[in-house]
C-alpha cells in the first residue's frame, strides 16, 4: 500500500527565512507525488507534483520539491517566506497506479506558521 | 477559483438525520472524487464517480453514498447522522486522460458539516 509521512506537525519560520517541509513516502511503484496547500477556510490548491519527469520539480509561489528515491523523500522548500505562505501544506501520493484509481493519499499535514 | 462548486458551504443538522451535498465539476472533467476532513482522520478518500459510474471506494460508510448524474454533477448522501460525521467535505475533479498517469485534481471549496 501507498502512503506519505509528513515528518512535522507544525514548522515555524520567520518572515523571509527558507522554508523546508518534510515528506517521505512508501511506494511499491514508482509514486506520483504532490503537495497542496489549504489557507484558511479555502480548499486546496495544488503547489506542485511529481511524475517521473524531473526529479526537481519548480511549483507556484516559489516552492520547489526534490524526488529522492534513495531516501524515499519528496520535501518541499522555498528560499524565503512571505506571511502569505502561512497555511496548512499536505504531501500527497496518488494511488493510480497501485488501484488503477486516481484516489489521492494525504499525509497528515503540516502547518506552516510565518513569524514577522 | 478552482471552478468546482459545492453548495451548501455550510450545513448544521441533528442526529439521526440525512443531507445531501452537491459538486460540480469543472467543465470537461469526467471524474469526481469526494474525500472527507476531520480532526482526527486527517483528509480522507470516500469515493470515485466517472463518468456516470462509480469507479472506486474508499472508507466510506454504508450510511453514506454517492451518484453522479448525465450532467456530470455529483450527489454525497449522508444519512442517520452521528456526531462524528462533523467534517469538510471536498468534492474534487479531473479530466481523467487515459495513459498520461494521474492529472490534477481540482478541489472545490468544501461543505461544513455539523451535526449537534
Known amino acids: 500500500a501507498q502512503s506519505v509521512t509528513q515528518l512535522d506537525s507544525h514548522v515555524s519560520v520567520s518572515e523571509g527565512t527558507p522554508v523546508l517541509l518534510r515528506c517521505n513516502y512508501s511506494s511499491s511503484y514508482s509514486p506520483s507525488l504532490f503537495w497542496y496547500v489549504q489557507h484558511p477556510n479555502k480548499g486546496l490548491q495544488l503547489l506542485l507534483k511529481y511524475t517521473s519527469a524531473a526529479t526537481l520539480v519548480k511549483g507556484i509561489n516559489g516552492f520547489e520539491a526534490e524526488f529522492k528515491k534513495s531516501e524515499t523523500s519528496f520535501h518541499l522548500t522555498k528560499p524565503s517566506a512571505h506571511m502569505s505562505d502561512a497555511a496548512e501544506y499536505f504531501c500527497?501520493?496518488?494511488?493510480?497506479?497501485?488501484?488503477?484509481?486516481?484516489?489521492?493519499?494525504f499525509g497528515q499535514g503540516t502547518t506552516l506558521q510565518v513569524k514577522p | 477559483d478552482s471552478g468546482v462548486t459545492q453548495t451548501p458551504k455550510h450545513l448544521i443538522t441533528a442526529t439521526g438525520q440525512r443531507v445531501t451535498l452537491r459538486c460540480s465539476p469543472r467543465?470537461?472533467?469526467?471524474?469526481v472524487y469526494w474525500y472527507q476532513q476531520s480532526l482526527d482522520q486527517g483528509l480522507q478518500f470516500l469515493i470515485q464517480y466517472y463518468n456516470g459510474e462509480e469507479r472506486a471506494k474508499g472508507n466510506i460508510l454504508e450510511r453514506f453514498s454517492a451518484q453522479q448524474f448525465p450532467d456530470l454533477h455529483s450527489e454525497l448522501n449522508l444519512s442517520s447522522l452521528e456526531l462524528g460525521d462533523s467534517a469538510l467535505y471536498f468534492c474534487?475533479?479531473?479530466?481523467?486522460?487515459?495513459?498520461?498517469?494521474?492529472?490534477?485534481?481540482?478541489f472545490g471549496p468544501g461543505t461544513r458539516l455539523t451535526v449537534l
Open positions: 500527497v501520493v496518488s494511488d493510480l497506479y497501485s488501484s488503477n484509481t486516481g484516489k489521492l493519499i
Open positions: 467543465s470537461g472533467d469526467l471524474s
Open positions: 474534487a475533479s479531473s479530466v481523467e486522460r487515459v495513459g498520461t498517469g494521474p492529472d490534477e485534481q481540482f
